[in-house]
C-alpha cells in the first residue's frame, strides 16, 4: 500500500478525549474516531490490525477444535425472561440497550450470547453422542456501560470472540475449559502480550469456575494480587488473604463508654488510645434485589479490614436465593430521604434489632446479618452500643448473642499473608481484563431447560461453558504494554503494516526506482509493507512511522545509488546499512520466526 493512498491522518497534539496512552496513540495515530460516548469507527489502520488479530484467534480455535457460527444480535426478551436475566439487564444499571420492534415485541441487543445459543443447542443436539461441542464467533457486541471510557477499552460497542461449550458431564467440561486456558495463552503470546491468568469472580454471568486472563499495565481497571511464588493469583474482587494479627483487647471489665461525636474509627481510637483491629466495625447497606426489593444488610467486619462488594452481592445471592441487581451504600441523602436519624450510624453494634426498620419506607423489616471471619474470630473487642456517643469495650459475641452468618466478605490487600503459603506476602499490580473463561456449570441449560438423552436414555441439562475475549480491547491493551515516547510499537504478528520503506526524495529518480523495486520484492515474499510515496519531508515521514507504530523501517536515501539502504527496528531503534536483499531477509525471518 502507499501512504499517499492510505487516508493517513495523523495529529501530533494530545486529544483531550483521551486520558490514556494507548486511547491517545490510538487517536493520535488515525486508527479510531469517536463517534460518540463509548462509541468508535476502526478506520482502515485500525481494521488491518483487528483484522490479524482475528486470524490469529482464528487459527487457535479452529486448532482447539472450535465452530465457527454468527449468532444474531436481536434477541427477543422472552429468551431472556426464561433465563431470569431480562429484569437484570435492562432496569436500572442494567446494561443491555433494548427496543420495540413495530408488533411492539421487545428485543435487546447481545451484550453476550447464552441464551441464545443455549436455546439452538437445545434444538440441534439431542444425543450425548453429539457431544461436546464448543461454538464461537467473532462480531459486535453491545454493552450500555455505566462509565465508557478510555477508548476501546469500556466502550459501548466493541468486538468480543465469545465461545459456549456442551457437555454431557462435568469432567468433560473441566477439560474443554482445561484447553481454552491453553488455547487463550497461545493466542495472547502470539499477539506479543505479556499476561497473568487470575482466579475471579463469576459476576452475573454464573456458574462456578472462572478464570480472567490480565494484561498488567499501570492503566488497568482492575487490580489482582499475586504471590511471588507464580501459585497464587487472583482479582481483588475473588481474592483471598490471611489478614494480619489483630491486637489484644483485653480491659478488666466491659462496659459502655461514652465517646461523643466518635463516630469514625480514626476518632475512636485516637481519643480513647484503640486499634482499629480491637474493633467490629458495623455498617449498612442496601441490596437491590430483583423487582426492586430492598434488603437491608448489617455487615461486621473487624475495624481495619474493607469490606469487598462482590463477595457480599455473591453471598447475598447464594443466602436468597435470588438476583442482586446492585449494592448500595447509606449515604447522607438516603438518611435524609429515608428519615433514618433513630439510627444511630457510627455507633451500631451487631446487635442492632431488627425493630430500627419498621418504619423505613421500601426496605424488607428484617437484617440480613453477615459476619466477616475476621471480626468473627475476635475473642474481645469493641464495638458501638447502638445509641448515639456510646461504644461498648471488652465485648464478646457469646455477650451479643450468637452470629447468625459468617462469610468472607473481606477485601483482601497486599502485603497480607498468602493462603496457600502465609510466609508469602501477596502484591498488587494492575491488570486490563482481555479475556475470561467461566465453567457455567448448568445455571442455564436449567433455567433454558435445555436437555440431551444421556447413555442411561435420560433427559439431562447440558454441562456448559463459556469463554470470552475482547478483541477491540485487546489490540489497545497491546499498545498500553507496548510504546514508547515516540508512538505505537505494535508487535509485528498484529502490526497494520510490518515494514515501512521510505523514500528520503522523491524527486531524485534513483531513489524512487530502488525503493519501487523494493517494495515490489517484499510484496512478493508476502511482507505487509507501505512505501511512504509522499512528498513530505523525511522528518515528517520518519514521525508518522513512529507513531503508528510499524515494525520496521527502510530508509531509502543517498546509499541507494550504492545498492545500500538503511533498515531500522521500530522498538529498538537499531539502525544497520545493508544491501537491499538483506534488509528483506531480516524482516522475512522476523516473521517466520512468529
Ligand atoms: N465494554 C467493553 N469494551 C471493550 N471490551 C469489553 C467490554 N466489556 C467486556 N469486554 C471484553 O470482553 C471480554 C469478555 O467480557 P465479560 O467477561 O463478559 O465482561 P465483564 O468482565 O465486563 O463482565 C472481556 O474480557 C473484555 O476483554
Ligand atoms: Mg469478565
Known sequence: MR????????????????????????????????????????????????????????????????????????????????????QSYTAGEGIMFHLMDRQKRSLGLGPTHEEVITKI???????????????????????????????????????????????????????????????????????????????????????????????????????????????????????????????????????????????????????????????????????????????????????????????????????????????????????????????????????????VLENISGWQKQFLRVTDHSAASLDCFVCGANVKDKHRIGMSWEKLGELTNKADIRKAQKGESCVHDPTMKLEERHGIEIGHIFQLGRKYSKSLQATFTNEQGQEEAFWMGCYGLGITRLAQAAIEQHHDEHGICWPLPIAPFEAVIVVINMKEPIQEEISGNIYKAMLAKGIDVLLDDRSERAGVKFKDADLIGIPWRIVVGRDAANGKVEIVQRVSRETLLVDSEQAIQRILQEKLSK
Open 121 to 355: 443447542a437445545d434444538e440441534q443436539i439431542h444425543s450425548y453422542k453429539q457431544l461436546p461441542v464448543n461454538i464461537y464467533q467473532i462480531q459486535t457486541k453491545f454493552r450500555d456501560e455505566i462509565r465508557p471510557r478510555f477508548g476501546l477499552m469500556r466502550s459501548r460497542e466493541f468486538i468480543m470472540k465469545d465461545s459456549y461449550s456442551f457437555h454431557s458431564n462435568e469432567k468433560d467440561l473441566g477439560k474443554t475449559y482445561k484447553s481454552m486456558e491453553v488455547t487463550y495463552k497461545r493466542i495472547f503470546a502470539r499477539c506479543g502480550l505479556e499476561t497473568v491468568a487470575v482466579d475471579a469472580d463469576s459476576g452475573a454471568i454464573g456458574g462456578s469456575a472462572s478464570q480472567e486472563f490480565m494484561v498488567t499495565a499501570d492503566a488497568g481497571e482492575d487490580l489482582i494480587l499475586t504471590s511471588k511464588d507464580g501459585l497464587y493469583a487472583a482479582n481483588q474482587e475473588k481474592a483471598v488473604s490471611i489478614p494480619k494479627e489483630a491486637i489484644l483487647h483485653n480491659p478488666s471489665e466491659s462496659k459502655t463508654i461514652s465517646t461523643p461525636n466518635q463516630n469514625s474509627i480514626l476518632e475512636l481510637c485516637s481519643t480513647n488510645n484503640l486499634e482499629p483491629s480491637q474493633i467490629v466495625k458495623v455498617i449498612i447497606m442496601i441490596a437491590i434485589l430483583e423487582e426492586q426489593v430492598e434488603q437491608p444488610l448489617l455487615l461486621s467486619i473487624r475495624g481495619d479490614q474493607e469490606i469487598n462488594e462482590v463477595k457480599v452481592i455473591n453471598f447475598v445471592a447464594e443466602t436468597i436465593n435470588k438476583q442482586v441487581i446492585k449494592l448500595d451504600q447509606v449515604n447522607d441523602e438516603e438518611k435524609n430521604r429515608l428519615k433514618l436519624d433513630h439510627i444511630p450510624f457510627g455507633f451500631l453494634g451487631p446487635d442492632l434489632k431488627d425493630n
Open 3 to 86: 501512504v499517499s493512498r492510505l487516508m493517513l491522518v495523523t495529529q501530533r497534539d494530545v486529544p483531550a478525549e483521551a486520558e490514556i496512552v494507548s486511547h491517545q496513540l490510538l487517536v493520535r495515530g488515525g486508527y479510531i474516531r469517536r463517534v460518540t460516548s463509548g462509541i468508535y469507527a476502526y478506520m482502515p489502520l485500525m481494521w488491518r490490525v483487528l483484522r490479524k488479530i482475528k486470524a490469529i484467534v482464528e487459527e487457535e480455535m479452529d486448532n482447539a477444535g472450535a465452530l465457527q457460527t454468527l449468532l444474531p444480535q436481536l434477541h427477543p426478551s422472552e429468551l431472556w425472561e426464561r433465563s431470569g436475566r431480562w
